[in-house]
Structure formats: structure tokens, C-alpha cells
């Protein structure tokens, strides 16, 4: 793989182009400021009934009809929510894009999965922020960055990558790691990712651990902290100093304690299921799941996250949060 680091003195393809950012939710509001204070010509395409168009000009963007906002740029980012794009796409995208225009995704799912394709002559890019939109705004704000991934999907102009690399600098690029990659390896690895670690397998071991200790008669509040407030410590020392210099800054303790159970947990059963939910993602499952869920209307989705909010580990949340707002 290729890896860039831009210096403030890289060519600028975004200087003469005209952006339009496809929604003003969590990635497309961050994106849009960040563009803003770069300099950047952009304007937010939104439907007439979104509720993010009176703050999108609350903020003092130009808001256009989505439709109208795609005749009007030379880039379209499309940063509505993966499920929502193949339909957008289809019925007010498709049918007004033209030669030379470009679209940018944030992930590679629907392009990945064939639930969205381009025409002939137009270009295709994928630049991935690796964080929500939240934090690639404080990044921003704080002049940090986050590492991003670029990748090319269709590319008839010839400029498809440097603009994808133009665009990562824009947003909040110069300086860091960008890494070339695929719409194919991003959006496994990055569903892998989710499912089995960060938002799953994590959430999932928090969540059992933290009931373990109070079924046993400890106290809620003592098990948050140990199993969920100082996740965030540990994490932040692996991903700044690595495994091993993580190991060195934490106790013996922990450290023999670690090595000792770390494989009982994570067994070799646990490894064939991590192996079984990578097949499933890669042959389109989760892909077919979600979007038949989607045509539905999300009530599972939407059933399964109210279920989580009266779980033991939000509950003891609620009551800590005022307390730990600094960590929360």
C-alpha cells in the first residue's frame, strides 16, 4: 500500500472546483466546515423537508435542493447514511450528473456491494476520515488531523487520485497519514472492524463484564469504572505507543494477569466465529440484511437500540456522567 503525507505546498485540484456536500448529518456538516475554513467553494444539498436545512443555514452555507446541488458542482459528496445512498442516488443523483463531474464517498459499502455505480465519465473517489464526524472536526479545529483513506473506483479524467488527496487536505489531511487502498479492502475491513471489535465484540464484552460483576453483588458503579471507564485509558496507550510500549506503562499486574486470561476469552472458538462473521461480510450478507431492513423502515434497528438504553452498563452511565464528562 501506498502511504502520503501532504506537505502545505501540495497541489490544490479542489481550488477550481465547485463542492457539493449530499447531506449535513454527522459526516457531512463536519466535512463541510472543515472545507469552509480551508478556503474551499461549497454548498449543501439537502430534500425540502430536511431538518438539517435551517441549521446548515443557521451556520451560513448556501443550501440547495439536493437535485439542484449536483447540476451545480464539479464534485458531489455523497455523506448521507450507507443505507440511504443507492436510493438517493437512483432517483435524484444519477439522472442529472454529466461528464467530468466527480463522486466522493466516505465509505465504500454501496459502491462495494453494487448498490450504486456511476456513468460513463464520471469519477468515482472514496476519502475515509478513520473517525466520526465529531472528531475529525475537533481534529481539525485543534490543527491534529485524522489519518484517512483514499481509494479510486472510477477514474476517466486522469485526476481521480490527485483530487482524492487534494480533498483528504481539505477536509483535515495535511500533515498526517493517508493511506491508498480499495473500496473493496476498506469497506470489510472496515465492517469487520465495527462488527468484531469496535462496536461489537467491544460493546459486547463491556456489557457481559460489567453484568458478571454486579450479578455477583459488586457494585455497578465500581464495575463501570473498572471495565468501561478505563477501556479509554488502555485504548489510548495502545494506539499512541503500541502493544508493547502499551504493556510497559500499565502494572506487572495487569500485565501477567493479561497474558494469563486474554487466550481464555479470546479462544479458538471465538477466532472461527470472528472467521465466520468475515465470510458473511465478504459474500454480502450483513449487505443484503441491512438494506431488505432499510425497505422496511428499520423497526428492528431502531427496536434493538431502544432495548440497549436500559442495559445495567447505561443505566450506571447515566448516574456517573455528571461526574465524568471529562472521560465519558
Not at 470489510?188 to 454486579?214: H, N, P, R, Y
Not at 449487505?287 to 427496536?303: C, D, P, V
Request: aromatic share 8%; proline share 5%; hydrophobic share 40%.
Amino acid at each position: 500500500m501506498k502511504l502520503y503525507r501532504l506537505k502545505p505546498d501540495a497541489p490544490d485540484l479542489l481550488e477550481k472546483k465547485r463542492v457539493a456536500i449530499i447531506g449535513y448529518g454527522n459526516q457531512g456538516r463536519a466535512q463541510a466546515l472543515n472545507l469552509r475554513d480551508s478556503g474551499k467553494q461549497i454548498i449543501i444539498g439537502l430534500y425540502p423537508e430536511s431538518p438539517s436545512w435551517r441549521r446548515a443555514e443557521e451556520e451560513g452555507f448556501q443550501v440547495l435542493r439536493d437535485g439542484e446541488a449536483v447540476e451545480w458542482a464539479d464534485l458531489i459528496c455523497i455523506l448521507v447514511p450507507d443505507e440511504k445512498q443507492p436510493q438517493i442516488f437512483q432517483e435524484v443523483i444519477k439522472p442529472r450528473l454529466r461528464k467530468g463531474q466527480t463522486i466522493l464517498l466516505a465509505h465504500g459499502f454501496s459502491f462495494h456491494f453494487g448498490l450504486l455505480s456511476p456513468p460513463e465519465g464520471v469519477d468515482l473517489i472514496m476519502v475515509a476520515p478513520k473517525g466520526p464526524g465529531q472528531l475529525l472536526r475537533e481534529a481539525f479545529t485543534k490543527k491534529m488531523g485524522l489519518p484517512f483513506l483514499v481509494a479510486i473506483g472510477r477514474d476517466f479524467s486522469g485526476e481521480a487520485k490527485p483530487l482524492a488527496l487534494s480533498y483528504a487536505q481539505g477536509i483535515g489531511g495535511q500533515g498526517v497519514v493517508i493511506v491508498e487502498t480499495t473500496f473493496e479492502e476498506e469497506t470489510i475491513t472496515d465492517l469487520f472492524g465495527e462488527q468484531v471489535v469496535l462496536c461489537g465484540g467491544v460493546v459486547e464484552l463491556v456489557k457481559s463484564a460489567v453484568e458478571v460483576l454486579t450479578e455477583a453483588g459488586f457494585s455497578p458503579e465500581n464495575a463501570y469504572f473498572e471495565c468501561v471507564y478505563e477501556l479509554g485509558l488502555i485504548v489510548d496507550l495502545l494506539s499512541r505507543y503500541g502493544l508493547a510500549g502499551m504493556r510497559e506503562r500499565i502494572s506487572n499486574l495487569a500485565e501477567y494477569g493479561a497474558y494469563l486470561t486474554g487466550p481464555r476469552i479470546i479462544d479458538k472458538r471465538v477466532r472461527k466465529k470472528m472467521k465466520e462473521v468475515l465470510a458473511e461480510i465478504r459474500e454480502g450478507k450483513f449487505a443484503n440484511i441491512l438494506m431488505k431492513e432499510t425497505k422496511k423502515g428499520g423497526g428492528k434497528y431502531l427496536l434493538l437500540r431502544e432495548e440497549e438504553k436500559e442495559n445495567v452498563l447505561n443505566q450506571t452511565w447515566r448516574r456517573l456522567s455528571p461526574f465524568i464528562k471529562g472521560r465519558a
